[in-house]
Antibody
Framework: QVQVVQSGAEVRKPGASVKISCKSS????????VHWVRQAPGQRPEWMAW????????KYSQKFQGSLTVTRDTSATTVHMEMRSLSSEDTAVYFC?????????????????WGQGTMVTVSS | DIQVTQSPSSVSASAGDRITITCRTS??????LAWYQQKPGRAPKLLIY???NLQPGVPSRFSGSGSVTDFTLTINNLQPEDFATYFC?????????FGQGTRLEIK
C-alpha cells in the first residue's frame, strides 16, 4: 500500500527554523518526486518546492528561495524540509505529496498521494 | 505565475443533485489541470488529472472536461460523502498554482 507519513506538529518562535520529515513506503521512492505544499487556515494550497527522489534535483518557488531547503535520504525513503527565519505568516499545515517526474520536469504532474499534513505554528 | 480562478466560491445542493464547478486560468493550458477534494482536517485527494482522466478508485460520478483556459468538474448524483471543498490546480507552467476553492454544502 502506497503511503506517505509526515512528522508531527511543531511550534516555533518567530525567527526560528523548523524541519519536517516525510517518509514514503509501498512504492519505488526513486521513481517519483516529492513536493511540499502548504495551506494556511481557510486558504488555498500553496506550492513550495519539489525534490526528485531519483537524482536529488530540487526546484523551489521563488517565494521560498533562500529560506527553504529540501533534502532526501534514499536509504530511509524520507524527504526533509527545513524552513528558516519563520514568521507568523508561516503558520500553516504543511503537506508532502508525490508526483511523477519525466525528463527533469517534476511539476507538470498531479499530486496523487499526500501525507497527512504537519501543523506548524509560529507564535511568540 | 498562472492565476487560477474557481467559481462559484460556494454552492449548496442536495443528495442526488448534479453540480458543476468551473476553473479558469490566466493562460492557456495543455490540459495539465487537476481537481482535488478536501475534507476538513484532511489532505487533498486527487480526483481528476490531465483535465479529464479519472484517478483510479474515484467514483465515476466525478468527471472533468474543458481545455485551453476553461475547465469544469461535474459531480452527478451527489452523495453525502461528496460534501467538501474542491480545488483545481494547474500543472502546465512553473510554479504549480491552485484555485481558491469551492465549498460544496448541504442544502
Amino acid at each position: 500500500q502506497v503511503q506517505v507519513v509526515q512528522s508531527g506538529a511543531e511550534v516555533r518562535k518567530p525567527g526560528a527554523s523548523v524541519k519536517i520529515s516525510c517518509k514514503s513506503s509501498g512504492h519505488s521512492f526513486t521513481n517519483y518526486a516529492v513536493h511540499w505544499v502548504r495551506q494556511a487556515p481557510g486558504q488555498r494550497p500553496e506550492w513550495m518546492a519539489w525534490i526528485n527522489g531519483g537524482n536529488g534535483d530540487t526546484k523551489y518557488s521563488q517565494k521560498f528561495q533562500g529560506s527553504l531547503t529540501v533534502t532526501r535520504d534514499t536509504s530511509a525513503t524520507t524527504v526533509h524540509m527545513e524552513m528558516r527565519s519563520l514568521s507568523s505568516e508561516d503558520t500553516a499545515v504543511y503537506f508532502c505529496a508525490r508526483s511523477s517526474c519525466a525528463n527533469g520536469d517534476c511539476h507538470s504532474y498531479a499530486f496523487d498521494v499526500w501525507g497527512q499534513g504537519t501543523m506548524v505554528t509560529v507564535s511568540s | 505565475d498562472i492565476q487560477v480562478t474557481q467559481s462559484p466560491s460556494s454552492v449548496s445542493a442536495s443528495a442526488g443533485d448534479r453540480i458543476t464547478i468551473t476553473c479558469r486560468t490566466s493562460q492557456a493550458l495543455i490540459n495539465a489541470l487537476a481537481w482535488y477534494q478536501q475534507k476538513p482536517g484532511r489532505a487533498p485527494k486527487l480526483l481528476i488529472y490531465a483535465a479529464s482522466n479519472l484517478q483510479p478508485g474515484v467514483p465515476s460520478r466525478f468527471s472533468g472536461s474543458g481545455s485551453v483556459t476553461d475547465f469544469t468538474l461535474t459531480i452527478n448524483n451527489l452523495q453525502p460523502e461528496d460534501f467538501a471543498t474542491y480545488f483545481c490546480q494547474q500543472a502546465n507552467s512553473f510554479p504549480p498554482t491552485f484555485g481558491q476553492g469551492t465549498r460544496l454544502e448541504i442544502k
